[in-house]
């Protein structure tokens, strides 16, 4: 091979890593090694993004402005919830189309730090945020504006880590909200001091499950104890999971 056929194979057809590649299924997820880049399939990553921002340092950097924005519109949502119990669909909404938008944009590199994850892990970021929540939604347990507030993260949260990490920390930022959940409840039992009230209500829940031959039977009962209920707007703890799990996750 003479010196100025570098980079050829010999065989005048170019090297396999320089030829175009199909995004695929897996590119449209964009999955792990397996992702070309940040960038159109084809085209090495602009210098612009940083592709391993998401994995290294502190949450509160440039590199990292989607997780924040996603933190800012929880935060706002939590307010909302706290002052109205409700999270309206004009801030919903848009954080869910806003999430697709940005998975959407990376697959073409047109967003500077835009993350690793394409308009396909966003989508199923989304559908795993409404699965988790869905039982309870069904059962009455949370109002609908929890579950569009928590597709909302996920849409963002797919759309910076990728497929599979981002699901994990939807999962597990789900978990957080939930516990954080708990003990929010805890604490408004022991300060109204209801104790009997309190264990009447968990008597009849789970009667309710137990007794209940299917999922509408369920509802129609939680809406029934609904008067006696202490409203808790669960988009609070939601919040605090979520927030503090990315704070977690990027502090060790």
């Known amino acids: 091979m003479s010196d100025d056929d570098t980079g050829s194979t010999g065989l005048g057809v170019a090297p396999a890593s320089d030829a175009p590649r199909s995004l ?15 960038g159109t399939p084809g085209r090495s990553a602009s210098p612009l993004v940083d ?34 119990f409700k999270v309206p669909n004009w801030l919903t909404f848009p954080i869910i189309l806003s ?14 730090h835009g993350g690793d994850g394409y ?8 559908f795993l945020a409404c699965a988790l929540l869905l039982p309870m939604y069904a059962i009455g347990g949370m109002g609908a504006g ?11 949260i797919g759309a910076f880590y990728a497929f599979p990490d981002s699901m994990w920390i939807i999962f597990w930022a789900f978990c957080a909200g939930t516990v954080a959940g708990g003990f929010i409840a805890l604490g408004m039992i022991i300060v109204r001091g209801q ?40 988009g609070v703890p939601l919040c ?10 990027h502090s060790f």
């Not at 009230?197 to 008597?203: A, D, E, G, H, P």
């Open 195 to 234: 104790y009997l009230r309190n264990m009447q209500n968990v008597k009849e829940i789970v009667g309710t499950f137990t007794g209940s031959s299917n999922v509408g039977e369920v509802a129609d009962k939680a809406n029934a104890r609904r008067p006696r209920w202490h409203r808790l707007p669960y």
């Open 51 to 84: 592709k391993d921002a998401h994995m290294n340092g502190t949450l509160w950097t440039v590199e990292k402005w989607p997780l924040l924005a996603v933190c800012v519109a929880m935060m706002v949502a939590a307010f909302i919830d706290w002052w109205k």
């Open 119 to 126: 308009l396909g892990a966003s989508i199923a970021g989304t």
């Open 99 to 112: 999430g697709w938008l940005l998975g959407l944009l990376n697959m073409f590199e047109l967003v500077p």
């Open 240 to 249: 605090i999971g979520f927030v503090g799990y990315l704070i977690y996750v």
């Open 24 to 38: 695929g299924f897996r590119g449209f997820f964009c999955f792990g090694e397996d992702r070309p880049g940040l």
């Open 146 to 156: 929890d579950v569009k507030m928590t597709m909302g993260f996920g849409a963002w």
